[in-house]
């Protein structure tokens, strides 16, 4: 009997103890969001090795650049890692918190407000010198831009291909219809109708934040007030908005719901079910290797709106992990993914909108792309991209957007309506922000 | 003093020398002995973890900051507060009864015919057993494609002249096709363990019944049933802490939707850990666990009345 | 034999038993059949009215694009040896685990059973990043340890075999402790070739599971040499989510490993034994 209880003792400490050790993280980490990092200088003079996460896939902008970057910085070593994109969440959820984190990842930017509220980022300010390849980091993006990688004055991200949504048309339709791409809501409804054949030609509705937010933006509403501290998406131009977007799916039927059970959004748009949709500068790439048929067919325009355009800005960007040991080295590799001549490798690669204002307009991105009719696409995007906001940058950001997403699933199913819906949705949403 | 005379090995002192404790070790060793690897190993890689992530559950912990002690914080939150945990609760005992109510039946029924020896034996094991084969990951892949808008079912529905079902986007129905992909998936696995527990019952029992003139539902019921009682009882086990535990299908197929229609135990725990929230998910796993711990132990004193 | 008035009846019988297998087995083969089928389809025909149930035109191009995009063969040696590797582990140390469950009496024998029980009521997501920070301590992140050793025995192996060895008549096992085997030889000669069904049983699911494993693979390997299979084909399918011909011939590449090892088990051990049992 003794023994049993000395054994249950034992265990008792030994789990605390083990707890205490794992609880408490095992590498030194920041207690609250990262003071200015600074760090001690590199073994500069011997040989480094960084580790780079991709999560491009095929078409990628960043494997490209390794070896070119290891010819310049010759003590610089990169171990390269291509994942994809589900993988880089999990697994850097898993690394940062208990392993070797990469050097520099390539992370998507709805993922960065969790991360940045809980310090997971380096900032990029002092490494970098304020400078971002000898331009002011405020001169190398749009002010939209700017904002969205910055937390708490922190640069915790380097943007590098850019997310904003800009609405895609069948132009051949509409030339044949005699119709113009449509610059308010009411202009869409009818030229929708006009499109518009039972169940085909249609315009593809999502439920989700992304396009949610597009349409409250539009109407002057906001998803968080301006502090981040109370929820306004159910103020009533965002209610109103949201109301005309819903319209389309069940009062107007000129809208498709484009849920999973569809299938690929490229398939929808093979089989002419789709005739316009809201989306960013990454799908020209995605059409033009998964629809080469349909070359000529489609245009962009800046999608319509009733107050002012919007969208929300996301994208992709470069971080450096605040646990890293090689800050020094992956910060050279990221002000080389930066250059110039580098981001404009993010379209001619992937297809995809370099970030860096300078590249947007060089010649070599902004051309008149033959895909889409001679129209310079480019253009579009970088004009959205000027009144597109980020997603707002609080801890409690992923369940805000659940909540959210799941009110425009109830709304889209006619369970609720859409005061109700976005009402519930928000005193979710109170709850989270407030814990 | 008997007992001591009879213990293995060597003996020759006089009864009582001896300590006790080394007689225990004498009598027994053998078998701590081949248990020993496995208890090791599950308890530097599970047991281990288990405390840790339990630790965990009792603080509000991201991973990437300190852990700030809450006692049993989340757990009442989750129990109290936590709607989507509710509906995810009920959507998991749904899918069990389901699941488990169809699937062993099917098995038992597909080994019983199996077991006829009728000829392409293989074939036909082969055939159920093949989506066993696959992993949950591949299967959801595949129905996902049968289950689209335009997909095979559809299909065939639309030229029958019927109307397209949401299978995976309308909440009535996604949690049943989540269901009856998990069912094809799983009712294989049921099949070969009766099979092979089937073809282990001695046939001199079977052939001493019919002498007796026994029917075939007589022989079912006295023989082959209780023959398989174990592995029924292994199946049934096994199948709900399985069964209770669903995410790869969900995680490929619904993401938990529409409207948490599709919603898991494990599912929405994996949510709340890819948002870093290392102790409330925690926290759901030791609910589940606690749930899992009394159902089991209910199954097992019910099976030891033998 | 037997009488044989029985015959016409018998008959019937067994057709229809043909018929109830035949069509169930079917009913089970078509997601696979379409499956496959798909995977030789050119993407266009994918989502077709009316459905295509055999490709036109046929093509190999996903098989080869698959193969090519991925070192398939180095994917697919090691997921073989980790495979292999568990399942060695699980037979010898789950069997033996399981006789001592089953056969021998010890203190906190089913006290100890249903702890180890316990381990299998927590999900996996909740021990990862533990286990992982074990592997980081233990420097076997990124290698084939932390693939292999963590699993080289289970409860579930064990509980399966127990169920198996139950029942098998405790006066065997008497007569060959009296003829002066000790446990082991016990173990070795007499309950391991009564257990063969229940062994090729645990071989196959064993296999199965450690050759689908994809979770914990993917999490805790870094170097592409190391890769297994399904964590390799999962990394093709991001990276071509538009194309689903593709994705079904990499799933069909995936599946084919299997089948052949569970027709092969089938054949050597439950057709074989159940003869050996019949004789009994």
Known sequence: MNSKKFLFSLAIVLALVLSACAGATPTTQPQAPA??????????????????WDYYGEATPVKPLVEPFMKEYPNIKIKYEALDWDTTLEKLNVVMTGGTPPDVATVDMTWLPHFAALGAFSDLKPLSGGQLNGVAWQDAYTPGALSAITYNDQIVAALYDFDVYALYYRADLFEQKGLQPPKTWDELVTVAKQVAEGDKYLYEWDPDTFHGSQWIYENGGQLLSPDNTQVVFNSPEAVDAIQFYTDLLLKEKVAINW?????????????????????????????????????????????PYSKQPGSYLGGTGLVIPSTSQQKEAAWKFIEYAMRMENQVGVFTYAGAAPALTAALESPEVNIEDPYFGGQKAFAVFLETMKTAKPFPYVRSWNDIDEAFTNAMQEVSLGQKSVKDALDEAAATSTDALNK | MTSEQITIGKSGAPPGARPRWLKFIRKYYIAYLFIAVPLLSMIAFLYIPMIISFWWSLNDYSGLQAARFIGLGNYIELLTHDKVFTKSLVNTT??????????????????????????????????????????????????????????????????????????????????????????????????????????????????????????????????????????????????????????????????????????????????????LRLGYASAIAYILFAILVIFSYLQMRLSRER | MRAVSKRPRHNLRRSLIYLVLAVTSILMLVPFYWSVVTSFKLEQFVFTNPPQWWPNPLTLHNYLSVLTNIPFPRYFANSVFVALATT??????????????????????????????????????????????????????????????????????????????????????????????????????????????????????????????????????????????????AQLQMKNTSNQAQIMAGTVLTALPMILVFLFMQRQFIEGMTAGAVKE
């Open chain 1, 35 to 52: 003071q200015a990092d600074t760090q001690a200088p590199a073994a500069s003079q011997g040989e480094v090795t960084i580790t780079v």
């Open chain 3, 88 to 233: 060695l582990g699980h037979v010898f140390f789950d069997t033996l685990a399981a006789y001592a469950f089953a056969k021998l009496t010890f203190p906190g024998r089913d006290r100890i059973f249903f702890i180890m029980l316990l381990a299998l009521m927590v999900p996996f997501q909740v021990n990862l990043i533990p286990l992982y920070r074990i592997m980081a301590i233990l420097h076997w992140t990124d290698s084939y340890a932390a693939l292999i050793v963590p699993n080289l025995t289970s409860i579930f192996g064990i509980f399966l075999m127990r169920q198996f060895l139950l029942s098998i008549p405790n006066e065997m096992l008497d007569a060959a402790r009296i003829d002066g085997c000790g446990e082991f030889g016990v173990f070795s000669r007499v309950v391991l070739p009564l257990a063969l069904p229940g062994v090729a049983t645990l071989v196959i699911f064993t296999f199965m599971n450690t050759w689908n494993d994809f979770l914990w693979p993917r999490i805790v390997l870094n170097s592409e040499t190391l890769f297994t299979l399904p964590v390799g084909l």
């Open chain 1, 259 to 303: 849920t999973t059970d569809q299938g690929e959004r490229i398939q929808g748009l093979k089989d002419g079910r789709i005739a316009m949709f809201s989306d960013g500068p990454y799908n020209m790439g995605i059409m033009k290797s998964a629809a080469p048929e349909m070359a000529g067919q489609w245009k962009v325009a800046l999608h």
């Open chain 2, 94 to 275: 749904l899918f069990v009864l389901m699941g488990m109510g169809i699937g062993p039946t099917l098995g038992l029924l597909t080994a019983l015919l199996l077991n006829q020896k009728a000829r392409f034996q293989t074939l036909f094991r082969t055939a159920y057993f093949l989506p066993v084969m696959t992993s949950l990951v591949v299967v959801a892949t595949i129905w996902v494609m049968l289950y689209n808008q335009n997909g095979l079912f559809n299909t065939i529905l639309v030229d029958l002249g019927l109307s397209r079902v949401g299978w995976l986007s309308d909440p009535r129905y996604s949690l049943f096709s989540v269901v009856i992909a998990s069912v094809w998936q799983g009712f294989g696995f049921e099949t070969v363990v009766f099979l092979a527990a089937l073809q282990s019952i001695p046939k001199e029992f079977y052939e001493a019944a019919m002498i007796d003139g026994a029917g075939a539902m007589q022989r079912f019921w006295y023989i082959t049933l209780p023959s398989l009682r174990p592995v029924i009882v292994f199946v049934y086990i096994i199948g709900i802490i399985g069964s209770y535990q669903v995410f790869d299908q969900v995680y490929v197929m619904t993401s938990g939707g529409p409207v948490y229609s599709t919603s898991t135990i494990v599912y929405y725990l994996f949510t709340k850990f890819r948002d």
